[in-house]
């Protein structure tokens, strides 16, 4: 049997953050953290890795409100800020501490601000283009995802979900001057005629949670071993259960190492206020600054009792289980007798590669490079498997999918339940209304007020806004950023239906949200 087949999947997505009536806002920080401690750490990994020579295949997504952030002027300004103040933060800890384990672990953040520095010079503050050349040169798959990160089964028309899908797929071709080849579906979420819309805009794959395959009929006779077919001709790769346990578990998962350094614990809440003054916004509230000084030490360990972190002993246990993932890829491999060479599908959210777990994008380094060599199992990217199957390679079997996402118990209770209920009826009736809008076929200042109500509804449409009103941790803000929108979504169309569109209203929200300036509103019809 040839060797099997690891599909590492990551999924980075961030909300639309953006915020320029505030001089210093707290939730653009969200952005900040996972430049510096995930997206670079990671793309630039993979950016030597490939310079090396060492060979291997990802498939990284990228959600379109995250790639306009990292496109936009202001918040590229304010990135190099928040670098500034963390370096400076660490510097003052590190010359405070000397060799004990919090001066090395200062160190370690200021040698981690400097290399994010450096990067971005190196790529002239465009993290984009990093990307675009690791898939040009077919190391990396860069995979779209519907527009705002909408969860389409929880929409009541077949045009929003059109609108959301087709405007992940031009917003993906303009950022990286191709169409995709592959979707990804927001929280995974599937329901029966979804491939039909992917199809619809030359789709070839997107992803599903495992129970749409194990739930799905007929029984794939490769189990999740192998991408299926749909009837619209789109591939489904579902995700891996082992894979997934291992990395993500709370309980089992390599995160959980008492060596790892603990992501809950900030400089920011305990030390002295006045020693943090220099350090802190203008209005001088403290904050979590991104200075982290202690180790996961125990699951049951409080707190306020985490031992002092230590870099290289996190290093080294990075290495180790980076050995122990890869062993164990070797052994699901020589386990499965499915008929042809397993594909084992590992998705994962890009921003737990450094920043919910620091040591992430060390233990990704490791693992591709074990891999690189290994007699067992060999990385690839996703439009690989499925240029195989074309070519008679492999099989993909026709299955219908069972309705799911990759949220708990694969259902929507995390996005739809006795807290988010007052979200769906206000949203169903504004993409109702929005539908009527799009027939209006609207010109000039009436055209643009029509395509920026639907820029209003594709981002109250974003499940994050629900996830932070659900898991309770910044509820507040996820219910204002929806009322917003909505709110800003029904006075356009009340101003259009009644030809009383106002340039500087109008042009006060566009520079609020500038993304999506091609918006096709037609998609919604």
Not at 50 to 69: D, K, N, W, Y
Not at 73 to 87: E, F, M, N, Q
Not at 369 to 388: E, G, I, K, N, P
Request: aromatic fraction near 8%.
């Amino acid at each position: 049997m040839s060797r099997g087949t690891l599909c590492l999947v990551l999924h980075a997505h961030l909300p639309y953050v953006r915020h320029p009536e505030h001089e210093d806002f707290l939730e653009e920080d969200w952005l900040f953290e996972a430049i510096t401690e995930a997206y670079v750490p990671v793309w630039s990994r993979l950016t030597a890795l490939h310079e090396e020579g060492v060979r291997f295949g990802i498939t990284l997504t990228l959600s379109p409100t995250l790639a306009a952030m990292l496109d936009d002027s202001l918040l590229r300004k304010r990135l190099h800020r928040y670098l500034d103040r963390l370096r400076r933060l660490a510097e003052s800890q590190a010359k405070r501490h000397g060799d004990a384990l919090p001066g090395q672990t200062a160190r370690q953040t200021v040698a981690q601000c400097l290399e994010t520095e450096a990067f971005l010079a190196r790529y002239k503050d465009d993290l984009l283009a990093p990307l675009r050349r690791l898939q040009a040169e077919g190391a990396v798959e860069i995979v779209a995802c519907n527009a705002t990160h909408g969860l389409l089964p929880l929409m009541s028309t077949t045009g929003s979900k059109r609108a959301q899908l087709r405007t992940g797929v031009q917003a993906h071709a303009r950022n990286f001057g191709r169409k995709p080849r592959g979707l990804w579906l927001a929280e995974c979420g599937y329901e029966l005629g979804l491939d039909e819309r992917l199809a619809e805009d030359e789709v070839e794959l997107f992803f599903v949670d495992a129970a749409a395959v194990e739930r799905g009929r007929p029984p794939s006779p490769f189990g999740l071993y192998a991408p299926v077919k749909t009837a619209a001709g789109v591939a489904a790769f579902a995700r891996d259960h082992e894979t997934g346990r291992q990395v993500w578990s709370a309980h089992e998962g390599y995160p959980g190492n008492g060596a790892y350094r603990e992501f809950h614990r900030d400089f920011g809440h305990e030390a002295p206020i006045e020693e943090l003054l220099p350090f802190l916004p203008s209005d001088g509230r403290r904050r979590a600054l991104g200075l982290k000084l202690h180790r996961v030490t125990g699951r049951d360990v409080p707190l306020g009792e985490k031992a002092l972190y230590d870099p290289e002993a996190a290093r080294l246990a990075a290495m180790a289980d980076a050995r122990a993932f890869v062993a164990a890829r070797r052994a699901q491999v020589q386990s499965h007798a499915g008929g042809q060479a397993p594909v084992i599908t590992a998705c994962y959210d890009a921003e737990l590669f450094g920043h919910w777990w620091y040591e992430g994008p060390a233990f990704l380094e490791e693992v591709l490079r074990l891999l690189a060599s290994d007699t067992f199992v060999q990385t690839a990217c996703v439009t690989t498997v499925v240029d195989r199957a074309r070519d008679g390679e492999l099989t993909m079997p026709p299955m219908s999918l069972a309705p799911s996402t990759w949220g708990a118990e694969s259902s929507h209770k995390v996005w739809l339940n006795p807290e988010t209920t007052w979200v769906y009826p206000a949203l169903h009736q504004a993409e109702a209304r929005m539908q009527r809008l799009a027939r209006l076929k609207a010109d000039g200042l009436r055209g643009r007020a029509v395509r920026q109500a639907g820029r209003e509804l594709l981002l109250a449409q974003s499940s994050d806004w629900t996830f932070l009103i659900t898991l309770g941790t910044a509820p507040a803000y996820g219910a204002a950023r929806l009322r917003e929108h909505l709110d800003a979504f029904n006075a356009l169309a009340t101003a259009i239906e009644a030809d009383e569109v106002r340039e500087a209203e109008l042009s006060g929200r566009e520079s609020r949200t500038p993304l999506f300036p091609d918006l096709d509103v037609s998609a919604w019809l």
